[in-house]
């Protein structure tokens, strides 16, 4: 299966940035879409943004502008460069990998344990 450990995660001020990072781990031979996702209690998880294995990117509207998402495709690893960070913003945010092969199998929406981000003065 795939393995995903997600880092970055914190407090910051309003207006502050943070960079998340998620390394994907397994004998991976190909992952497709990777993506950041969030939630918050009582809410259903909304994806973020997500970047293509040929580094076409999509954002949700509310991130546009302030989020950037890359990825190392060497490193099997996401990154999600959060600038301008609200309060809003706060979430506990996972990894996702949409489809991979792993030992030669196709696994299929795998996620990370997530790291909380909490904007906040």
């Known amino acids: 299966q795939v393995q995903l450990v997600e880092s970055g995660g914190g407090l910051v001020q309003p207006g502050g940035s943070l960079r998340l990072s998620c390394a994907a781990s397994g004998s991976i031979s190909r992952i497709n879409t990777m993506g950041w996702y969030r939630q918050v209690p009582g809410k259903q998880r909304e994806l973020v943004a997500n970047?293509?294995?040929?580094?076409?990117?999509n954002y949700a509207d509310s991130v546009k502008g302030r989020f950037t998402i890359s990825r190392d495709n060497a490193k099997a690893t996401v990154y999600l460069q959060m600038n301008s960070l609200k309060p809003e913003d706060t979430a506990v945010y996972y990894c996702n990998v949409d489809r991979a092969i792993v030992g030669g199998a196709w696994w299929y929406d795998s996620w990370g344990q997530g790291t909380q981000v909490t904007v906040s003065s």
């Open positions: 970047i293509t294995t040929d580094g076409r990117t």
